[in-house]
């Protein structure tokens, strides 16, 4: 089972071109998405294309757990400056950062910001960066990062993430194996 985190940033309204690249290699994928991403992707096109329930938040207390696959990897796309800061210095105040936060060191992860070049020089996510590869992690930034204020159109690397992942491979991350979330 393939994890697809989408965080709040502009290419998110395309994610399902990720899905597709990924069922077509053979994945089967569920999406999770940070609170704020909801209102950037279309759910209703994503759970058809994945034949499963996007994910947002917590189930309330009480309910039950519905059964998931173990979790095999996980692509986080577009990574936010916001989740790549929170995830490095491990804070888990939303369902995605809290399945993020199981699965870093547990199954091979792929990250790929999306964040502007004012935001890609701060030395708090160079760091979390540095810290998030030191875990495991696979981090992809694009160079250059796009411009502070949107500017030209930047053509996602949803592509690129599929093949890092292929690169990375289950071997490569230490752990007790697939990550149940």
């Not at 290419?11 to 994928?29: N, Q, S």
């Amino acid at each position: 089972m393939l994890l697809i985190v989408v965080c709040a940033a502009g290419p998110a309204a395309d994610v399902g071109t990720l899905v597709a690249l990924a069922r077509a290699d053979g994945w089967d994928c569920r999406v999770v998405c940070t609170p704020t991403a909801v209102s950037f992707v279309d759910i209703s096109a994503l759970e058809r294309l994945t034949g499963h329930p996007v994910r947002s938040s917590y189930r309330p207390a009480g309910t039950p757990r519905d059964p998931q696959p173990p979790v095999d990897a996980v692509v986080v796309a577009p990574a936010t400056f916001n989740t790549v800061n929170k995830l490095a210095a491990g804070l888990a105040d939303n369902y995605a950062l809290g399945v993020l936060a199981e699965c870093v060191g547990d199954v091979p992860v792929v990250i790929v910001p999306f964040v502007n070049a004012a935001l890609a020089r701060r030395a708090p996510f160079r760091r979390a960066v540095g810290e998030l590869r030191a875990e495991g992690a696979r981090v992809l930034l694009a160079e250059p990062p796009h411009p502070r204020g949107g500017g030209a159109a930047v053509a996602f690397p949803w592509g690129a993430a599929l093949t890092a992942l292929r690169e990375t491979g289950p071997g490569d991350q230490s752990g007790p194996g697939p990550a149940t979330v």
